[in-house]
């Protein structure tokens, strides 16, 4: 509406205000009509107060909505990201170097045309110009869509363009156990030990009704013993681990529990074994969920495990 007044007003020869996503709407039907292409990035220097696996999100969004509408993206690498445990310059480049989103890209910086900047704080609000082009939830300042097949592979492809092939030598089952942080404002963000725990529980039990030998790893922080013995038994415990390691093993996972955040969701992005979750962040479509208490589909779970034996 905002954008139909403004265009009325340049008819009839009355300065229009066109705002920022009204400026991209028009640039996005001029790239519709072949006058010009229009080109996106992902700026994240608004969010500065997010982690590794909060801005990865962001970006994979904004990649995801340029390939739907056919729009030109131009990469922006990581301004500044929380949690560091290495001086800033470093960890960028950690997190750069393991998501890979600029491979094959034109940086934003270097482009010879206008590029518009998605935010966390404007993308809801560009996302509207276009109506639902596919189902999304909004979830704090992430509109998270049911990726297609294409952008997921794109991610892979990207993510594993700088690493060395990996095999298991044994089915691993990784489990992320997300603690609270001092910038969490909500108790939500993280799950009881109970139901984390039942979950893992029968995950084994499928795994030990089928005779399949598996190990255990769960990543989480803080110390051993605030861990209940339910989630320390047959174990092999990562508490304050590096997390950009942290997030490839969680991403060579055979079965991957994630957790209720960001960091363990894009590894469920990028990871091509089964991926199970809680109903927290919206599951993607071939993920199993766990029910309330963490219960999962024993059933599915058989299926599925019988389709990556075969590959094994």
Known sequence: MRLAKSLVKAAIGRKPLFYAEDRFFLAYLRHRLGISRAGITCRLDDC??????????????????????????????FMAIQHADRPQEAWLAAWEGLFNFGHGEVRADAANREVFAATAINFDSIRSLFG????????????????????????????????????????????????????????????????????????????????????????????LSELPETLRNGVELHLDSDPIQSLEELVEADVLLTSRGSFSYVAGLLCDGIVICEPFYPPQ??????????GIDAGRLTNRLNAILRVL
């Open 48 to 77: 500065p107060t997010e982690g590794g696996g909060s801005q990865a999100l962001m970006m994979m969004i904004v990649i995801d909505f340029a390939r739907t509408l056919g729009l030109d993206y131009f990469h922006s690498p």
């Open 132 to 223: 639902e082009l596919r189902p999304y939830n909004n979830h704090d300042t992430h509109v998270i869509p049911q990726f297609s097949a294409a952008s997921i592979g794109e991610f892979r492809r990207k993510y594993h363009a700088n690493k060395s092939p990996r095999t298991n030598q044994r089915l691993t089952v990784c489990v992320h156990l997300r603690r609270f942080n001092r910038f969490d404002n909500n108790v939500d963000y993280v799950a009881p030990f109970s139901r984390v725990a039942r979950t893992l529980a029968e995950v084994r039990t499928v795994l030990d009704a089928k005779g399949i030998e598996y190990a255990v790893h769960l990543f989480s922080q803080g110390h």
């Open 285 to 294: 479509s071939n993920w199993l969920v766990c029910d309330d208490d963490g």
